[in-house]
T-cell receptor, first 118, second 117 residues
Framework: NAGVTQTPKFQVLKTGQSMTLQCAQDMNHNSMYWYRQDPGMGLRLIYYSASEGTTDKGEVPNGYNVSRLNKREFSLRLESAAPSQTSVYFC?????????????????FGPGTRLLVL | AQSVTQLDSQVPVFEEAPVELRCNYSSSVSVYLFWYVQYPNQGLQLLLKYLSGSTLVKGINGFEAEFNKSQTSFHLRKPSVHISDTAEYFCAVSRRGRGTSYGKLTFGQGTILTVHP
């Protein structure tokens, strides 16, 4: 049981390049999230997927797109990277099929992807 | 919409001393409350959460937090810290109930706890 996994762990891009960050969870969770973490700003929600087949914008969606490929996988794409997107990106999931309300709320986080855009 | 303010960006403390990390929130609706911990170069790990019931919540590693509805606070405490508690701590809230905001977390800015020998 690996929990939430993210690839790659590190990435360096040049301005204008594109890339996709991958996230997968093996906890049968319904909801998945993408956050970015910047010093002094906590974590900010980029996009989320409340259930398979749905995606919605979070607080800072500009410059990003997402795909909920199936129940396990939720990818984040940067179409044309900018230096302002240099950050640490975290994927999270919550909500098991058979769990009650008290388990729905807890989000489990992956180890993060450190992205540098030059 | 919800917002979270962590009142201290950095808290230095000596080993075996008590510590309190302060968190205030603002929301027009009822919320769930969380504390997460992030060790260097790692993801976030849940310390404790308040969903309902007793306002004093106990979590992992000897941490506890008290929900104060009148003061809209959820301060984190530990009576005696260890070197291994050095980490960044995040307070977060999510909206109760179903609807479009269900499950979304709003985080505070984080508090870096540094425990000195």
């Amino acid at each position: 049981n690996a929990g939430v996994t993210q690839t790659p762990k590190f990435q360096v891009l040049k301005t204008g390049q594109s890339m996709t960050l991958q996230c997968a969870q093996d906890m049968n969770h319904n909801s998945m999230y993408w956050y970015r973490q910047d010093p002094g700003m906590g974590l900010r929600l980029i996009y989320y997927s409340a259930s398979e087949g749905t995606t919605d914008k979070g607080e800072v969606p500009n410059g990003y797109n997402v795909s909920r490929l199936n129940k396990r996988e939720f990818s984040l794409r940067l179409e044309s990277a900018a230096p302002s997107q240099t950050s640490v990106y975290f994927c999270a999931s919550s909500g098991g099929r058979t769990s009650g309300a008290t388990s729905q709320e807890t989000q489990y986080f992956g180890p993060g992807t450190r992205l540098l855009v030059l | 919409a919800q917002s979270v303010t962590q009142l201290d960006s950095q808290v230095p403390v000596f080993e075996e001393a008590p510590v309190e990390l302060r968190c205030n929130y603002s929301s027009s609706v009822s919320v769930y409350l969380f504390w997460y911990v992030q060790y260097p170069n790692q993801g976030l790990q849940l310390l404790l959460k308040y969903l309902s019931g007793s306002t004093l919540v106990k979590g992992i590693n000897g941490f506890e937090a008290e929900f104060n509805k009148s003061q809209t606070s959820f301060h984190l405490r530990k009576p005696s810290v260890h070197i291994s508690d050095t980490a960044e701590y995040f307070c977060a809230v999510s909206r109760r109930g179903r609807g479009t905001s269900y499950g979304k977390l709003t985080f505070g800015q984080g508090t870096i706890l540094t425990v000195h020998p």
